[in-house]
Nanobody, 117 residues
């Protein structure tokens, strides 16, 4: 089964930037089926929500709250994805997770992002 590892979180002041990274590992046949990367965020007391998505066909999608501030990128050969987060706001605080699409993988541990006002 494919597994995810998330990293790059931290504590930052409002207006600052962070770059999150994730990697997928597992059976080759499973990795070859990866057609997209999806970053999720789980704020305290809230459900996990999609923040950004990147697909092999070039489509990129962002939730309205992060448009113009976050940029998703992916390395299809190395099975890695990044999320560049600029102009961070306190409401961006949460645990961030990355996963593959469409098959999904075992969730990683997530990476905590805390934005102080």
């Amino acid at each position: 089964q494919v597994r995810m590892v998330d990293s790059g979180g931290g504590l930052v002041q409002a207006g600052g930037s962070l770059r999150l990274s994730c990697s997928a590992s597992g059976p080759s046949e499973s990795l070859l089926s990866v057609k997209g990367w999806v970053w999720y965020r789980q704020a305290p007391g809230a459900q996990r929500e999609v923040v950004a998505s990147l697909y092999r066909d070039g489509r990129v999608e962002y939730v309205d709250a992060v448009k113009g501030r976050f940029t998703i990128s992916g390395d299809w050969l190395k099975y890695k994805a990044d999320l560049q987060m600029n102009s961070l706001k306190p409401e961006d605080t949460g645990v961030y997770y990355c996963n593959i699409w469409p098959s999904g993988a075992r969730w990683g541990q997530g990476t905590q992002v805390t934005v102080d006002p």
